[in-house]
Structures are given as structure tokens and as C-alpha cells.
């Protein structure tokens, strides 16, 4: 595609359901990251792929939240049992390489209310 | 940990003025940086790349220099107009967890007519 597509771009969830999250990267791109921004804030870093692989998970904050990209292309993060902390907008990025870390593309982000 | 600060946190000039952001990082030792721009409700759309081994890049009217010497990047905007108005944000990445690209605040930029 032209750009990352994320969806859906706005979700209301109710405590304790569980939620998913789409990125379509941009086509051919290598790399793909996950970043959570809360208002007024930068993005905070989550997770890492490199094609298929999970690189790096270190931001995750907790066992809810999990995240796949099984084709290495498409990517959901998923978090389940949702609490009201976890509302913010979940933004996606991906980048060509893979050996290097490059220019980073971003999606429109979803945005995530919890009641 | 890297910390990346972003003073001022915003910023308002008269159309026409240049603009200066300021960023500032506590590792030196980082890969790349790159300065983002993000409209309100909007995704980050990149400006500028810098790797480690440069000292400035530009781009029209952007011209953004790094020092890692003494961790700062300044993101220069000649001529601001009011379609300028947005938030700049930078972000790093260390040679030794280069996946994870740090972020800034931001810094909320106004550019009135």
C-alpha cells in the first residue's frame, strides 16, 4: 500500500474485553514496531518485528498485551482484559531494512478508550 | 537509559520568523536520530534522518544538525508559515538496542499569521 494502515482507527472497549489491534505496514518493509503514545506525551516504545520474528518485546508492560505477525507483513497487537490504563493511541511504524535501523513510517495510530 | 528532553515544551512566532527546536540526549552513543512532525489527531510523519556519522541534514526549508559530542540536535525551520503549526518530535536510536527508537515529548509549535 501508499502508507502503514492501521485499524480500526477508533475503539471504545468496556473493562475486561479484550481487544485487537490491525497494521498493515507498508509493502515490502522489513521492520515493524508497535509504540503506545499517551496525551501530551511521545510515543513510548512496545514491540519490535523483524519479518516474522519478535525481536524485541521489552515495552510491553504487561502479560495482557501481545503482539504477532505471523507472514511477516500484517501485525496485531492484541491486549486482553482491558483496563482503563490502557487507553491511548497505539501507533504503528515500519521501516525497509531490516540489518539497519531506517526511516520510520507511521500509521494514523488507533485510538483505544476504555470505560 | 537514554532520556531524550525537548525544551521548550512550546513555542509560538509570528509568521515569517525562523524557527529553532531544541533536543537533547543523555547517551551519545546513539545510531540514528530522526525528527518527526504530528498534526493533532494525526500519525508522525518524518522530516529528517541523521546517522551517527553525519553532522547535519536538509531538506527545503528543515536543516537539522547533531552534535553527539554533547548530545543535542537542533531542527532549524527557515521562513515558518502557519501551515508549520504542529508538534516536532525527535527520537534516537542506540547502537546497542537500535529497534527501540526513544522519544521525546515534543515540542507544540504555533506559527500565527
Known amino acids: 500500500g501508499a502508507g502503514v494502515s492501521q485499524s480500526p482507527r477508533y475503539k471504545v472497549a468496556k473493562r475486561g474485553q479484550d481487544v485487537a489491534l490491525r497494521c498493515d505496514p507498508i509493502?515490502?518493509?522489513?521492520?515493524l514496531f508497535w509504540y503506545q503514545q499517551a496525551l501530551g506525551q511521545g510515543p513510548e516504545f512496545l514491540t519490535y518485528?523483524?519479518?516474522?520474528?519478535?525481536?524485541?518485546k521489552s515495552g510491553l508492560p504487561s502479560d495482557r498485551f501481545f503482539a504477532e505477525r505471523p507472514e511477516g507483513s500484517v501485525s496485531t497487537l492484541k491486549i486482553q482484559r482491558t483496563q482503563q490504563e490502557d487507553s491511548a493511541v497505539y501507533l504503528c511504524?515500519?521501516?525497509f531494512g531490516g540489518g539497519a535501523p531506517g526511516e520510520l513510517f507511521f500509521g494514523e495510530g488507533s485510538r483505544l478508550t476504555v470505560l | 537509559k537514554q532520556e531524550v528532553t525537548q525544551i521548550p515544551a512550546a513555542l509560538s512566532v509570528p509568521e515569517g520568523e525562523n524557527l529553532v527546536l531544541n533536543c537533547s540526549f543523555t547517551?551519545?552513543?546513539?545510531?540514528?536520530l530522526q525528527w518527526f512532525r504530528q498534526d493533532p489527531g494525526k500519525g508522525l510523519t518524518s522530516l529528517l534522518l541523521?546517522?551517527?556519522?553525519?553532522r547535519e541534514q536538509t531538506s527545503g526549508r528543515l536543516n537539522a544538525s547533531l552534535d553527539k559530542s554533547s548530545g543535542r540536535s537542533t531542527l532549524y525551520i527557515a521562513a515558518s508559515q502557519p501551515g508549520d503549526s504542529a508538534t516536532y518530535l525527535c527520537?534516537?536510536?542506540?547502537?546497542?538496542?537500535?529497534?527501540?527508537?526513544?522519544f521525546g515529548a515534543g515540542t507544540q509549535v504555533v506559527v500565527t499569521p
Open positions: 527520537a534516537v536510536t542506540t547502537a546497542d538496542s537500535w529497534g527501540k527508537f526513544q
Open positions: 511504524a515500519s521501516s
Open positions: 509493502s515490502g518493509h522489513v521492520s
Open positions: 518485528f523483524q519479518n516474522e520474528a519478535q525481536l524485541d
Open positions: 541523521i546517522q551517527s556519522s553525519q
Open positions: 547517551d551519545s552513543a546513539i545510531y540514528n
